[in-house]
């Protein structure tokens, strides 16, 4: 789909990655939303969270959903979640072009080491992100999505 990649890629910085929490709007059902407009194309990224978290951005062409992501994660308790989210921001805005779904393959803060691996195509995809703290686990998340109601993506 023309545009997509460069749309999700611009989305994503400007989105969570980007920190400006003043633009996130609180719902009434006690979750964030995060919206994004570029002509034709609108992002709507929803979660809930704390620890854990979960949630879904959804990609519009011109009102009509064409591409999802659903998400979930957590920190684990020994860890500082702040530290880890600032990690995490600074991963995401290094997305790669190939996979423009959360972070890079690996990018290292030290002590802090992010690591996402991923499967599939922009159509349908999956993928886990990790961040190590020396050698112990301190951050997961589980991610899926692809295109909405397109035949031709199954």
Do not use: C, Q
């Not at 003043?22 to 704390?50: L, M, P, V, Y």
């Not at 684990?76 to 190939?98: G, I, T």
């Amino acid at each position: 789909m023309k545009g997509l990649r460069d749309f999700l890629l611009e989305s994503n910085r400007a989105g969570y990655a980007g920190g400006d929490e003043k633009t996130w709007t609180r719902e009434d059902d006690r979750s964030w939303t995060i919206t994004f407009e570029d002509g034709a194309w609108k992002s709507h990224d929803n979660f809930f969270g704390g620890e854990p978290y979960g949630g879904r951005t959804v990609v519009f062409l011109a009102g009509i959903p064409v591409w999802m992501l659903v998400y979930y994660g957590w920190v684990d308790k020994s860890a500082d979640p702040a530290k880890l989210y600032a990690v995490l921001k600074n991963a995401l805005k290094r997305m790669p072009a190939e996979a423009p779904y959360r972070g890079p393959g690996r990018y290292e803060e030290d002590p802090f080491v992010y690591a996402n691996t991923w499967e599939g195509a922009l159509e349908r995809f999956s993928g886990r992100e990790e961040i190590l703290e020396g050698s112990s686990l301190v951050y997961r998340a589980d991610y899926a999505g692809g295109w909405v109601d397109k035949r031709e993506a199954v």
